[in-house]
Nanobody
Framework: QVQLVESGGGLVQAGGSLRLSCVPS????????MGWFRQAPGREREFVAV????????DYGDSVKGRFTISRDNVKNTVYLQMNSLKPEDTAVYYC?????????????????WGQGTQVTVSS
């Protein structure tokens, strides 16, 4: 069972930046496709970003394109989500997810493992 631990969330003013990190417990992390999702109160979980095993293929949700960047360091066993130009509507719990398949996907049901989430709050 792979455990994912997110960190880096917090309170930030609109226009600010945060960097989220996700560390899997599994050393075979380098073969996993990694994604970030978010869920705001009263809303469905939303796809944010995904990165393939090598870091050479990424995709983003329309609402974060041009502002967020997903990356990974397979030596440090960590995936990152750099969030810039944050808006109040980015406020949500952010979840890291992993799937053993190599293809990137925006669909949450295709991910095998999930973290507990980290809260991001953007004040106006």
């Amino acid at each position: 069972q792979v455990q994912l631990v997110e960190s880096g969330g917090g309170l930030v003013q609109a226009g600010g930046s945060l960097r989220l990190s996700c560390v899997p417990s599994e050393r075979t992390f380098s073969s996993y496709t990694m994604g970030w999702f978010r869920q705001a109160p009263g809303r469905e979980r939303e796809f944010v970003a995904v990165i393939n095993w090598s870091g050479g293929n990424t995709d983003y949700g329309d609402s974060v394109k041009g502002r967020f960047t997903i990356s990974r360091d397979n030596v440090k066993n960590t995936v990152y989500l750099q969030m810039n130009s944050l808006k109040p509507e980015d406020t949500a719990v952010y979840y890291c997810a992993a799937r053993t398949g190599r293809a990137i996907t925006i669909y949450d049901y295709r991910y095998d493992y999930w973290g507990q989430g980290t809260q991001v709050t953007v004040s106006s």
